[in-house]
């Protein structure tokens, strides 16, 4: 059974960083709206639901190291940073320099001195020179599981990734389904 991030926790991240702060002016009185929501350059901020659901497969702890692969806005970048507290350290990846450039604005008005997005190096998945990482979030939907991901986790390293339509929570010891899911395709 997968341990979760307790839900006062995500609960508690989500007023520190409300969604609307990472949208689009013309989609912030949206912000409240439970589906995707259109960013640029074809990518979307995930619905509340899906963030609390992977944050609660995630199950961040105070301290812990955390690659956030496609960090879009920066929302999920500031929500893992507080669930982190000020011990750890949040990495966002993201690939359209529009969105780290948006994304880190984003980022920077929390205030969370221990999180950063920078831009995704092509033709790598994640950050394996700067690995291991505690825990990886990836908000993109990957065709199949990349070792290469795996490979970066830590011992008791969790990845929650989706993989052909289904959500994936993937330790050392097991790979475990959570359901359908529609995502932008990982590239």
Known sequence: ?????PDAAIEAAMQRSPRARFLTPDQQANADLDRALPLM???????????????????????QRVL???SGSGW???????????????????LEPDLVAFG??????????????????????GAPDEAPWDRILVSAMAGE?????????????VLVIPVGG???RVTDASVEGHGPYLFVPLR
């Not at 059974?1 to 991030?5: S, V």
């Open 1 to 5: 059974m997968a341990q979760r991030t």
């Open 41 to 63: 350059r074809g990518q979307t901020c995930s619905q509340p639901t899906t963030v609390r659901n992977l944050l609660r497969l995630l199950d961040v702890r105070p301290g």
């Open 68 to 70: 956030d692969v496609g």
């Open 76 to 94: 999920t970048t500031a929500l893992l940073a507080s669930l982190v507290g000020d011990e750890g350290q949040v990495l966002g990846l993201e």
């Open 104 to 125: 880190s604005r984003n980022l920077a008005a929390t205030e969370q001195l221990q999180a950063s997005i920078r831009q995704a190096e092509p033709g790598v998945l």
């Open 145 to 157: 599981l990349p070792a290469s991901l795996v490979a970066q986790l830590a011992p008791d390293g």
């Open 166 to 168: 289904e959500l994936l």
